[in-house]
């Protein structure tokens, strides 16, 4: 019975942790899918690129894990900037297959600019010594990273809540997401908007590629392996919400390692198989609105 109870804490913990990463990555997709109508299938190359600039700061120049964050944060943000302005912005009334090809070619770009640059084995990431070995939370120990994700991204997702709802920039964006033509009537800007947002989820994506490096490994194919897993998000949790995301992702997280914990030979089966079910009730997802 301990044993059982320990592998059950165990798989909560450990799903939690992955869960909050996919919440972090995929947040920034579910707004900008619900605001702007735009099929974004190149969201993880953001997370992936703030993986890569994350680990290639602190293994190649030796600069600090919680630096090297923000720097890839804030490079991937601006970088995003340039792209939605440059190339996302003439395809926001295109038709969604052109949006669909479009991102999917940025992904195979992207994947081929990785293998090339940084080769095609994963990255190791390297943990600082503070957040290595194990913390005691009193009825038993658990990874110190895994703890400090939790954490983290618990802090990240009250910040994001709080900025939404809480904001005049939150109320600018609910009111977009309700209703683009009547937001841009009352004097809203919503091509501004638009790139403010665009920014913001690009640079939570790679905060979230970042901070899940030793979960997600950072590989060239990585936008496109872990593309599934973002899409399930988005389209579980409802397409323009916070709250639904956030539900849909500790699900996925802790099914996920559930699956892999206690019946690795069907993999993702069962995952699939419930989203489908799920989106055969409701197809707007969990929280999406009809």
Request: contains cysteine; glycine residues 12%; positive net charge.
């Amino acid at each position: 019975m301990d044993q059982i109870l320990s592998a059950l804490v165990s798989i909560l913990f450990h799903g939690l942790a992955y869960g909050m990463i996919l919440y972090v990555i995929s947040v920034g997709l579910s707004v900008t899918m619900g605001l702007m109508g735009f099929a974004n299938l190149a969201h993880g190359v953001f997370a992936m690129a703030g993986g890569y600039i994350t680990v290639t700061l602190m293994n190649g120049f030796g600069i600090h894990f919680f630096l090297a964050l923000v720097t890839a944060c804030i490079v991937v943000a601006l970088a995003s900037v340039v792209l939605e302005r440059l190339l996302y912005s003439r395809l926001y009334t295109a038709s969604e297959l052109d949006q669909v090809l479009f991102t999917i070619g940025i992904i195979f770009m992207a994947s081929a600019a990785a293998r090339y640059a940084w080769g095609p084995l994963p990255q190791r990431m390297i943990l600082p010594e503070s957040l290595s070995g194990q913390v005691d939370l009193g009825f038993r120990t658990f990874p110190t990273y895994r703890t400090f994700l939790i954490v983290v991204s618990g802090v990240i997702i009250a910040a994001l809540w709080l900025g939404i709802e809480r904001t005049r920039f939150g109320a600018q964006l609910r009111a977009a997401v309700d209703n683009r033509r009547m937001a841009e009537a009352i004097g809203i800007n919503t091509r501004r908007l638009f790139t403010a947002t665009f920014a913001v989820g690009s640079g939570l994506a790679a905060l979230g590629g970042g901070l899940g490096a030793d979960i997600l490994a950072i590989e060239p194919a990585y936008a496109l392996e872990y593309l599934v897993y973002f899409l399930i998000v988005v389209s579980v949790g409802g397409l323009g919400t916070v709250k639904g995301p956030f539900v849909a992702a500790v699900l996925l997280g802790v099914t996920d390692t559930t699956c892999k914990y206690l019946i690795p030979e069907f993999g993702a089966f069962f995952i699939f198989l419930a989203m489908i079910g799920l989106l055969l009730w409701r197809p707007t997802g969990l929280f999406g609105r009809a």
